[in-house]
Nanobody
Framework: QVHLVESGGGLVQAGGSLRLSCAAS????????MGWYRQAPGKQRELVAR???????RFADSVKGRFTISRDNAKNTVYLQMNSLEPDDTAVYYC??????????????WGQGTQVTVSS
């Protein structure tokens, strides 16, 4: 069983920064991609940022230029650096890891979520 443990959420003023961490209980090389999703009250969960095993990065349009995603392979940890935070960034942020298979469905793993609140 894979466990993903997020940390780094909190309360910050608009314009501030936070760094989220996601520590995996398995080697991150075992995943085809890792990323961060978020869910605000009354809204659907949405992709924020994603990094593949081939280092291809993808970002939601709303966070491009403000957020970056990186990983430390030795620590089996993925980071989300969030700068210039806005009140609309307020949400629960979830770490995600995906294992893909040629002949069966992807397996998704999720962390428990960490709250990010941006005050105006």
């Amino acid at each position: 069983q894979v466990h993903l443990v997020e940390s780094g959420g909190g309360l910050v003023q608009a314009g501030g920064s936070l760094r989220l961490s996601c520590a995996a209980s398995a080697s991150i090389f075992s995943f085809n991609a890792m990323g961060w999703y978020r869910q605000a009250p009354g809204k659907q969960r949405e992709l924020v940022a994603r990094i593949t095993s081939g280092d291809i990065r993808r970002f939601a349009d709303s966070v491009k230029g403000r957020f970056t995603i990186s990983r430390d392979n030795a620590k089996n940890t993925v980071y989300l650096q969030m700068n210039s935070l806005e009140p609309d960034d307020t949400a629960v942020y979830y770490c995600n890891a995906v294992r893909s298979f040629r002949y069966s469905d992807d397996i998704n793993y999720w962390g428990q979520g960490t709250q990010v609140t941006v005050s105006s």
